[in-house]
Each structure stands twice: as C-alpha cells, then as structure tokens.
C-alpha cells in the first residue's frame, strides 16, 4: 500500500477564449447565410365595378416584337435602326394625334430592352398613352 501523500496537482483550468472565438465564428456564419423573410405584403381584395365601355376608340397603333428583336407596326415589318428612326414611324401612323394608343405586343422571349426601345420612341413621337397587349393563361 502506497500510503504516500500525493503532491499538490493544479486543478485543470478551461480556457474560455478559443470557444469564444468559435461561437463567434458560428454566429457570423448564421449571419451571413440566414434570409430573411418579408412578411410585408399586402392582402387586396380589388373592388368591382360595372362601367359603360366607351362608344369611341382611339386610334391605335399596333407595334409588334417577336423574340428576335424584329419589329411591326400595324402588320408593317420594319427595319428597326435606332429608336429616333421607329419614333418617326410611329408620328407618321399617329397623324398627328396625341391621343394615339401605342399597344405593345411583344413575344414572351422578347428582349426587355427591344420593349423599352419602343416605349421611348413613343415618348419621343409625343404618343405618351401606352399599353400591353397579353393573353389568358390556362
């Protein structure tokens, strides 16, 4: 039997600093990766309303886009140039009216900015009622 006196050992000591380190590598993890959701939406319900349609039309101009970037107006295929070159199109099928109706119809393919070069010719022909032609989904 060993009845000798053990010696004074140091009581083991956890240092706290590394695991800090480590929460607070995590914590700036779950920062940087977590989305947040926007619960900021809006419930409407639209109301409803039965109005008389309007006996006269206003002229309208039809220009058409397909996927390629080619452009029609009113079933007339042209050369799209540059946007001045289309504005001047659409002042000589306005006639000079201003209350002109520029309907869009552009292909679900077409370049967003083959849309907004027609836009900005009708801003530039004066011809600021504009409008988009679409079609019921199944």
Known sequence: MNFQRRQNQEEPE????PMI???LVVL???MVTTTYAKFSELQINLPQANGETSKEKP???TVSVDAVGNYQVNANTI???NVTNLAQILKQEAKGS???VIIINADAKAT?????????????AGLTRI?????KSN
């Open 14 to 17: 956890i240092n706290l600093i």
């Open 79 to 81: 050369n799209f140039t």
């Open 28 to 30: 700036i993890f779950l």
């Open 21 to 23: 380190d480590v929460l």
């Open 59 to 61: 002229a309208q101009i």
């Open 131 to 135: 409008t988009f032609a679409t079609q």
């Open 98 to 100: 201003a209350d002109t």
């Open 112 to 124: 967003h900015q083959s849309v907004v070069n027609v836009m900005e010719a009708g801003r530039e």
